[in-house]
Nanobody
């Protein structure tokens, strides 16, 4: 079973930056999608950035141009560089991983579809003021 551990959350001023890290273990799949979701109080969980094993990347409109998802595949580590932070970015941020056949993974990854992600981290809080 894959374990995901997020770190790097904290507080930042509007316009500032933070970098989140997600360390994966128990991970041996070659076809995968890893992503970042976030959930603000009283709101549903939102997919914001996804990275397919083949390198395709998808961002939500809410973070496009400000956030950058990347990975160190050898270290099984996922990153989210968050720049130009806004107060509306305040949320709990979750790392997620999904696996399966090529077509299925490409589909849920490209649509940031929560249904495709089987494994989740515990989350790290980001607060922007």
């Amino acid at each position: 079973h894959v374990q995901l551990v997020e770190s790097g959350g904290g507080s930042a001023q509007a316009g500032g930056s933070l970098k989140l890290t997600c360390q994966a273990s128990g991970f041996s799949y070659s076809v995968y999608c890893m992503a970042w979701f976030r959930q603000a109080p009283g709101k549903s969980r939102e997919g914001i950035a996804a990275l397919h094993a083949e390198g395709d990347i998808r961002y939500s409109d809410s973070v496009k141009g400000r956030f950058t998802i990347s990975e160190d595949a050898a270290k099984r580590t996922l990153y989210l560089q968050m720049d130009s932070l806004k107060p509306e970015d305040t949320a709990m941020y979750y790392c997620a991983a999904g696996f399966g056949g090529m077509d299925w993974v490409r589909s849920f990854c490209g649509h940031l579809d929560r249904a495709g992600f089987r494994d989740w981290g515990q989350g790290t809080q980001v607060t922007v003021s």
